[in-house]
Every structure is written in structure tokens, then in C-alpha cells.
């Protein structure tokens, strides 16, 4: 079994920045891949960016340039940098980890961007 807690939302203004973090504990595999989504209000989850063991990392178009994720493998923590912030990015963020064939979730992270 594996767990995911998260931390580092809130309330930002438009143009903010906030960090998040996600610590994973439990059996986890050496070739995991981490990663954050989000969902906003009525829509559904997508995928914000994930990242390899190795550190490669993939965003979404709409994050591009913006957000960075990272990862501490010795500490099994993901984090993603968030700047520029809009309030289109207001949404709560869960924080994933795919061990083998299996993935899981965390509880997720409520971000608000004020205009």
C-alpha cells in the first residue's frame, strides 16, 4: 500500500506563485513516475505535469513555462512550483504516483487564484 499526503495550497493572488509538496510513503517501486493533476469546479481531472524517477518531466500546454515540478528521491516528495498564477488555475490539486500497474491518489490540495 502507498500513501500520499499532500500540503501547500491556498489563496493566491493573480500573478502569485505557491509551491506544493507530496510525500509518498509505503511499498513504493524504483521505477515510479509522480506527478499532479487537478480538477476545477465541473470539470474534470487533468493532468497538470509528471516526472520519472529519473526526472523527466511532462506538463500540460496550459502550465508550460509557468510550473515546475521536481522530486527528492531519497525523501519519495514531489513538488511543483506554481508562478504566475491565473485564476484558471484555481482547482484542487492531487498529487499521483503510478508504482508498477498500480496508481494512487492523494486527497488533494484546494488552490484558489483571486483576479
Known amino acids: 500500500q502507498v500513501r500520499l499526503v499532500e500540503s501547500g495550497g491556498g489563496l493566491v493572488q493573480a500573478g502569485g506563485s505557491l509551491r506544493l509538496s507530496c510525500a509518498a510513503s509505503?511499498?513504493?517501486?524504483?521505477?515510479?513516475?509522480m506527478g499532479w493533476y487537478r480538477r476545477a469546479p465541473e470539470k474534470q481531472r487533468e493532468l497538470v505535469a509528471t516526472?520519472?524517477?529519473?526526472?523527466?518531466?511532462n506538463y500540460a500546454d496550459s502550465v508550460k513555462g509557468r510550473f515546475t515540478i521536481s522530486r527528492d528521491n531519497a525523501k519519495n516528495t514531489v513538488y511543483l512550483q506554481m508562478n504566475s498564477l491565473k485564476p484558471e488555475d484555481t482547482a484542487v490539486y492531487y498529487c499521483?504516483?503510478?508504482?508498477?500497474?498500480?496508481?494512487?491518489w492523494g486527497q488533494g490540495t484546494q488552490v484558489t487564484v483571486s483576479s
Open positions: 499521483s504516483l503510478r508504482n508498477g500497474v498500480l496508481g494512487y
Open positions: 516526472i520519472t524517477r529519473g526526472e523527466t518531466a
Open positions: 509505503g511499498n513504493i517501486f524504483s521505477g515510479n513516475i
